[in-house]
């Protein structure tokens, strides 16, 4: 796809990854502030509000606690498994032309990178958020980076999905407004 004149491929691409040092920063200084100053590892919860904790959970795996390095091996196999889809954002980034994808892939890329450092620097992914309804956690304990990684993949997956609609729609509309032979 052509980006028109006003949508600047490398202005885009400046979006993206100013959107994932962001991410990375933000994320960073919010485990360091966990780990440091509030000492989450000991306290192992602090009360936000009532319905969200600051609890401590050491991730050994990915998403959903799926993968679970038991071993240093396993550890350094999920380090380059992230790492290698971490690059395939990277090219897809340095592909993309539109504002709206290289934002969202600069989410996926931020976040997927701060948990990277974690696992390499500690062997774990400092996980912290604790959303809850009473008993109710509608997600599992989570950081910052699991949030932009899941945000950015949604925003991917609508505007995917809208933009297949958009193009369905006008070839429907072409092709009613095409002369008959």
């Known amino acids: 796809m052509i980006a028109s004149p006003r949508q600047s491929p490398t202005l885009a691409r400046v979006l993206g990854f100013a959107v994932a040092a962001l991410v990375f920063v933000a994320d960073q200084l919010v485990k360091w502030a966990m780990v440091g100053p509030l000492d989450l590892r000991r306290a192992e919860q602090i009360t936000v509000l009532p319905i969200f904790n600051f609890t401590w959970a050491e991730n050994y795996g990915v998403s959903l606690g799926l993968f679970t ?10 380090v380059a498994m992230t790492g290698a889809i971490a690059l395939g954002v990277l090219v897809w980034l ?49 950081n910052l980076a699991d949030a932009a990684i899941t945000i950015g993949v949604l925003i991917i997956l609508a505007r995917s999905f809208l933009s297949r609609e958009k193009r369905a729609a006008t070839h429907v509309e072409a092709a009613n407004t095409a002369p008959e032979k």
């Open 69 to 78: 390095a038991s071993s240093d091996a396993q550890r350094w196999m999920l």
């Open 94 to 142: 340095l592909r993309e032309r539109h504002r709206g994808e290289t934002a969202a892939l600069g989410l996926v890329l931020g976040g997927a990178l701060g948990n990277i450092v974690d696992r390499v620097a500690r062997g774990f992914v400092v996980d912290y958020a604790d959303l809850h309804f009473g008993t109710f956690r509608p997600f599992l304990i989570f």
